[in-house]
């Protein structure tokens, strides 16, 4: 009985200890409340420091054509594409439209809206619908025709108070048509207005306008195309200023308010065309978006070497900027809707020069980033995104996927010489440290737990964790005396992330 008393007492003592080292964070000013979330890199929100090492943008890597949009409804203008996870179905949703040049000028069109499916995100099928009539047939794909057709944009709503009759909504319309207008569905096939007025009168709205449901701020936030009211110059071929997006929240989706431009933490005034902005779904709290990035770059000897020089001239016929405006996808993320860390690197660069590529209109990512099987077999899933290929020309135009680790936009990366990062003040609720990493052969990964002053806390010492190597989404981290961090619960703590050649993508302390 006295040995028991006695390992009884032994172990209460360490526990004390290890809860006395980290402070309470009620006395840590702006100590970070994580709970059990996902903590990604996509900002620099949670870092405090970087030695020797730094946040790494990571790009997506292309894989086989995953639709080609060439049916007599369809066309080289088929373009804004949204693409939601529905249990066991993806739903792509995307306009149809002959917009274009030929023969030196735009044509433009009849506009309707279209659907393709997939079971698994890889392959592609376009049902046939039988809803509305093209040439005098319903055999074909299309959801939707007239109003709000030139930028429909639907999601799947996630309010918890969401009624089955509207589980989809959307956002379409145009200045001409007097603005957005409130769309929603049952199944996301058959669509109807909400109300026959729009829901948002003020703005460009020519671009992909869309809303989401937005859990942190318990309301639906609508990003819609705006002009801001920049210095003019000879680079940029509008008046108005440059290309911007604008933001809005609502209780119902129908009366929209609290509008703001949307601001940007280090990144120059330049066109953004489309937003692409919704929570991630791995990490909800928060958003990130793909911009489509929209420079002219004027005709030189690199323009006139890049592909397909006779349709690059046969557009600048119709109009310079058709001919000589490149595209290409950005990425950005945001914890409060407003303030966005862009990077002002690529992240979609248009690539190895091919046919199709290039050009006005190439680049343009779907809205959403959905998770899909991995081709290499036992590996971790990944995430797909989708990107437009051939644009303005022609008869049809096509949408890539292009595929990147889960979690893997932005990484803290250090090289074989060694580095770290130290996260600010936070407190979890969680047991158990798990990473998203991947290192070299040799390279490793530690983890350290520290009072908000830095000091180690006893038994999570850098010493105290063994080198964690490989390549994984889900790594439990270990210390000598286990992976159980619950003690720590609720306390003011630093985590210190030591790594060699080596790469985390994001975090959980997870129940």
């Not at 978006?289 to 592909?307: I, Q």
């Not at 190597?469 to 210190?496: C, I, N, P």
Request: aromatic share 12%.
């Amino acid at each position: 009985m006295a040995v028991a008393m006695r390992i009884i007492f032994v172990v209460f003592c360490l526990v004390v200890a290890q809860v006395s080292a980290a402070a309470s964070a009620a006395d840590v000013p702006g100590v970070i409340d994580i709970g059990s979330r996902r903590e990604l890199f996509v900002d620099t929100f949670l870092i405090q420091s970087l030695d020797g090492a730094q946040r790494r943008l990571h790009h997506p890597v292309a894989q086989k054509i995953a639709t080609v949009n060439d049916a007599p409804w369809e066309g080289a203008g088929s373009g804004y594409h949204s693409v939601i996870h529905d249990g066991d179905v993806y739903r792509m949703y995307y306009r149809g439209s002959a917009l274009g040049v030929a023969a030196g000028k735009l044509k433009v069109g009849t506009q309707v809206y279209c659907y393709a499916e997939s079971r698994d995100g890889i392959t592609w099928t376009k049902p046939n619908l039988g809803l509305f009539p093209h040439d005098g047939s319903t055999q074909n794909n299309i959801i939707l025709t007239g109003l709000g057709c030139h930028n429909f944009a639907p999601f799947l709503d996630t309010n918890p108070a969401c009624r089955p009759d509207a589980r989809f909504k959307g956002l379409g319309g145009s200045a001409k048509e007097g603005g957005l207008f409130a769309f929603k569905s049952a199944d996301g096939i058959h669509w109807s207005l909400l109300q026959k007025a729009p829901v948002i009168t003020v703005g460009a709205f020519d671009s992909q306008n869309l809303a989401f449901w937005d859990a942190t701020a318990q309301k639906y936030r609508a990003y819609f195309r705006t002009f801001t009211k920049g210095v003019t110059t000879a680079k940029v071929w509008t008046p108005a200023g440059y290309r911007a997006i604008r933001t809005a929240l609502s209780a119902d989706f129908l009366a929209w308010g609290d509008d703001a431009d949307l601001t940007y933490e280090d990144s120059p005034g330049e066109h953004l065309y489309t937003n692409q902005i919704g929570p991630y779904y791995r990490a909800p709290h928060i958003l990130i978006g793909f911009p489509t990035r929209y420079v002219e770059r004027g005709w030189s000897e690199s323009m006139k070497s890049l592909p397909e020089l006779k349709h690059r001239e046969e557009r600048a016929a119709a109009h310079l900027r058709y001919g000589t405006a490149l595209t290409e996808g950005l990425l950005m993320a945001s914890r409060n809707g407003v303030h966005f860390d862009r990077w002002n690197e690529a992240f979609l660069r248009p690539g190895p020069e091919r046919p199709d590529t290039w050009n006005y209109g190439h680049q343009f990512i779907a809205w959403h980033a959905v998770e899909t099987k991995s081709d290499l077999p036992g590996a971790a899933s990944e995430i797909s995104l989708y990107a437009s290929e051939g644009a303005w020309t022609g008869s049809s135009n096509a949408m890539r996927r292009y595929t990147l680790r889960l979690d893997g936009f932005v990484s803290i990366n250090a090289p074989w010489k060694g580095g770290e990062m130290i996260t600010r003040p936070l407190k979890f609720d969680g047991k158990r440290l798990s990473i998203n990493f991947a290192t070299s052969a040799v390279g490793s990964v530690r983890i350290e737990m520290q009072d908000p002053d830095g000091t180690p806390v006893p038994g999570f010492t850098l010493d105290d964790c063994p080198d964690l190597f490989g390549d994984t989404v889900d790594r439990t981290v270990t210390w000598q005396k286990g992976s159980d961090v619950s003690a720590l619960a609720g306390q003011a703590v630093r985590l210190r992330f030591v790594l060699k050649d080596a790469n985390l993508y994001s975090f959980r302390v997870a129940k």
